[in-house]
Every structure is written in structure tokens, then in C-alpha cells.
């Protein structure tokens, strides 16, 4: 089992920043994808920016040159940088973590992710 964790969700105006944490602990893993959803009221989920173990990265159109995924230092830990937040970026914001794809490619369904955090609020104020 793997536990997931996400923090820095928050309100910030149009414009403004924020940057999310997710940390994973329990069972060891090596090969994975691990990716950042978000769901906004009325929506289905979506798939916001993913890393692969490898280093490979994928963003959903809407995010391209506006949020950042990266990995900390520290192991199991991820960052969601996200600047020029618009009032579209508004959700629930969701870390997860996919274990068993035979790809090298990000996995970007939801369906195929196996673990996932509890979720942090952020809203952007116009």
C-alpha cells in the first residue's frame, strides 16, 4: 500500500501562485508514473501534468507554460509549481500514483493510476 499526500492548495487572485506538495509513503516502488489531476465542480476529472520515474514529463494543454511538475530531492516527494493561476484553475487538486503500466509514456487516464491523495482546494479569485 501507498499513502499519498497532498498540501498547498489555498485562494489566491488571477495572476497569483502556488505550488503543491505530494508525498508518498509505504511500500517501496521504483517504476511509476505519478500525476496531478484536478476536478472542478460538475466535472469530471482531469488530468493536469504527470512525471515519469524516468524523468519524462507531460502537461495537459490548459497548463502548458503556466504550472511546473517536478521532483524533489528528497525521495517520493513531487511539487505542482502553478503560476498565472486563472479562475478556470479553480478545483480540487488530486496527487496520484500509478505502479503497474508497462510504458515508458506518462500515463495520463485516471482510470489507470492505482493510488491517490485526498485532495487540496485551490481557488483563483478574479
Known amino acids: 500500500q501507498v499513502q499519498l499526500v497532498e498540501s498547498g492548495g489555498g485562494l489566491v487572485q488571477a495572476g497569483g501562485s502556488l505550488r503543491l506538495s505530494c508525498t508518498a509513503s509505504?511500500?517501496?516502488?521504483?517504476?511509476?508514473?505519478m500525476g496531478w489531476f484536478r476536478q472542478a465542480p460538475g466535472k469530471e476529472r482531469e488530468f493536469v501534468a504527470g512525471?515519469?520515474?524516468?524523468?519524462?514529463?507531460q502537461y495537459a494543454d490548459s497548463v502548458k507554460g503556466r504550472f511546473t511538475i517536478s521532483r524533489a530531492a528528497v525521495r517520493n516527494t513531487w511539487y505542482l509549481q502553478m503560476n498565472s493561476l486563472k479562475p478556470e484553475d479553480t478545483a480540487i487538486y488530486y496527487c496520484?500514483?500509478?505502479?503497474?503500466?508497462?510504458?515508458?509514456?506518462?500515463?495520463?487516464?485516471?482510470?489507470?493510476?492505482?493510488?491517490w491523495g485526498q485532495g487540496t482546494q485551490v481557488t483563483v479569485s478574479s
Open positions: 496520484a500514483l500509478e505502479l503497474t503500466a508497462n510504458t515508458v509514456m506518462v500515463v495520463t487516464s485516471a482510470d489507470e493510476y492505482d493510488y
Open positions: 512525471i515519469r520515474w524516468s524523468g519524462r514529463i
Open positions: 509505504g511500500r517501496t516502488f521504483s517504476d511509476y508514473s
